[in-house]
C-alpha cells in the first residue's frame, strides 16, 4: 500500500496546477427542489441518498488539471495508485508514464457537469488499485487536514462498463492509519494499529449518475485480524480521500463533485 503514497509525492512534485478555481457554487445535479432540506436520489451507496444543502465541493473537476480546488485550506493532486500487478488506467504517474490524473470529458454532460475523473483496470492479484487526493499537500509534502467543521462526503458516481466490479471502497486516511501521522506501525508487529488500515466504506455503483452521502461516522477500520485501538476518525488530522477497488475486481468508475458537507 506504500506504492499510494510514492505516487502522490511523485505527482505532486512534478505536475503542476493548470489553473486552480475557487469554487462559486454547486451544479445542477447538487441544486434542490424548492428549498427542502434535501434532494432524494438513488443513493449509489445504498437506498435512497439525500444530498446535503451545506455541500462544499473539493473539485468539481471542471478546471480540467489534476488538482483539487484550491480552497478551505486544502490544496493537493489527483493520483493513482495499485499493487502493480495489472494494468490501469491512468497509470500511477512515473518517469516512465509521466501522464497525470486529469479530468476526462463526459460523453453525456451530467447537467451542468462536463468533466469528471475516471478510471479503469484489471488484473491485480495482491491488493488492488485505486486512485484519491491529498486534502493538505503544499510543495509536495503531505500535512493533517482540519476536517472537524464538517458532517461526512458527499460525491457523484456511475460505471463506466456495466460489467465491472459494482461496489467500491471509500477510504480516508487520517493520523491514526497513515504513516504521515507518525502513529501507527509500519512495521506490521502492532497487529491493533498497522498503517494503512484506513477508514472505509463500501458503495454500491449502478449504470446512472447517483450521489453517494456518507457521514463520517459510518467509515470503519478493518483491524486486520485484531481490534483497532482507535473507534473514530480523528478529523483534525485527514490525510487523503481515496476510492479503491480489491484484488481480481475488473473496475470501471466515473467520479464527479466531491465534497464535504456540515
Avoid at 493548470?18 to 428549498?35: F, N
Avoid at 489527483?78 to 491512468?90: I, K, V
Avoid at 460523453?107 to 462536463?114: D, I
Wanted: one cysteine or more; a negative charge; glycine letters at 16%.
Amino acid at each position: 500500500m506504500a506504492k499510494r503514497h510514492a505516487a502522490w509525492m511523485c505527482a505532486a512534485w512534478t505536475l503542476t496546477a493548470g489553473g486552480c478555481t475557487t469554487l462559486a457554487g454547486l451544479d445542477d445535479g447538487y441544486h434542490l427542489v424548492d428549498g427542502a432540506g434535501g434532494e432524494a436520489g438513488a443513493g449509489a451507496g445504498g437506498g435512497e441518498a439525500v444530498v446535503p444543502t451545506d455541500v462544499e465541493l473539493i473539485d468539481d473537476m471542471e478546471d480540467g488539471d489534476s488538482a483539487i480546488d484550491e480552497a478551505g485550506g486544502r490544496v493537493g493532486y489527483w493520483y493513482s495508485f495499485n499493487d502493480g500487478t495489472g494494468t490501469q488506467t491512468p497509470p500511477v504517474y512515473s518517469e516512465e508514464n509521466p501522464v497525470g490524473f486529469i479530468p476526462e470529458a463526459l460523453a453525456e454532460p451530467r447537467g451542468e457537469s462536463t468533466m469528471a475523473m475516471h478510471t479503469f483496470g484489471s488484473g491485480f492479484t495482491e491488493w488492488g488499485a485505486g486512485f484519491g487526493f491529498a486534502l493538505n499537500g503544499p510543495d509536495g509534502g503531505l500535512l493533517a487536514y482540519d476536517a472537524s467543521a464538517y458532517s461526512g462526503i458527499v460525491f457523484w458516481a456511475k460505471l463506466g462498463e456495466a460489467s465491472a466490479a459494482t461496489t467500491m471502497k471509500v477510504n480516508i486516511t487520517d493520523k491514526t492509519s497513515d504513516p504521515a501521522g507518525g502513529i501507527c506501525d509500519e512495521s506490521g508487529e502492532d497487529v491493533a494499529n498497522p498503517c494503512f488500515d484506513d477508514w472505509s466504506f463500501t458503495a454500491r455503483l449502478g449504470k446512472a449518475w447517483a450521489p453517494v452521502v456518507t457521514p463520517f461516522e459510518q467509515f470503519a477500520r478493518g483491524g486486520e485480524g485484531a481490534e483497532p485501538t482507535v473507534d473514530a476518525i480523528d478529523l483534525t488530522g485527514l490525510f487523503a480521500i481515496e476510492f479503491g477497488f480489491v484484488q481480481g475486481d475488473d473496475f470501471d468508475v466515473y467520479i464527479d463533485d466531491v465534497g464535504f458537507y456540515r
